[in-house]
């Protein structure tokens, strides 16, 4: 089982990455909260996999981030969710968000992530909400009821562009290019500006 590849980052792509080790290149799908935080191509990386194997396929899927990797081993063992619905889902938001709405029992906000329809996320919260809260927290800057994963200012930008009256669809797509635009760490203010300016180009 490969657990995780060291080496060059030969290609990226939104939904999967190439990592050239030795010579040899492996293929890893990602979601595109992993492709923001990418290293430009060329650069030396190693990221996390979770080898998935069935009976017709063997498939990489790339983690640059163990908490996302984490919730991704959680998704996937609820009914009905695979590995492809599963990134579809952490790209959607960060997976301390997700987590965040798992722990408040907050099926409503999950379903407004692309990909995830209101049976799908009230499954999520049934069957992981206890898995969720029963993380061990990191200290003080969490949200309430959400240990170990503090909030982000992916949700909070999201949030504020639909207080000005955008689509939740237009707000979470404008906030993702706006974040794989700009250096990992921005801060809310600086995402919903530079989404702003997305949403705004003629």
């Not at 899927?61 to 908490?67: H, I, K, R, Y």
């Amino acid at each position: 089982m490969i657990v995780f590849l060291q080496g060059i980052l030969a290609e990226k792509q939104p939904n999967k990455a190439i990592i050239d080790v030795s010579g040899v290149g492996y293929e890893a799908g990602i979601s595109t909260q992993t492709f923001a935080s990418l290293p430009q191509t060329g650069s030396g990386i190693r990221l996390l996999t979770y080898h998935h194997m069935t009976e017709s396929e063997q498939r990489l899927f790339g983690f640059l981030d163990s908490t996302e990797m984490s919730l991704f081993e959680m998704l996937i063992k609820v009914k009905g969710v695979g590995p492809r619905l599963a990134l579809t889902i952490l790209s959607g938001m960060p997976a301390r968000d997700i987590a965040g709405c798992i722990a408040r029992q907050d099926a409503p906000m999950l379903a407004r992530t692309p990909g995830i329809g209101k049976k799908t996320a009230e499954r999520l919260v049934l069957e992981l909400k206890d898995k969720v809260t029963s993380g061990p927290s990191t200290g003080s800057g969490n949200t309430p009821g959400t240990p170990g994963f503090p909030a982000s200012p992916h949700t909070e930008a999201i949030s504020a562009l639909e207080a000005l009256g955008f689509k939740t669809d237009d707000a979470v797509k404008a906030v993702q290019k706006a974040e794989a635009d700009q250096k990992t760490g921005a801060e809310t203010g600086d995402v919903v500006r530079a989404a702003l300016q997305l949403l705004y180009k003629p």
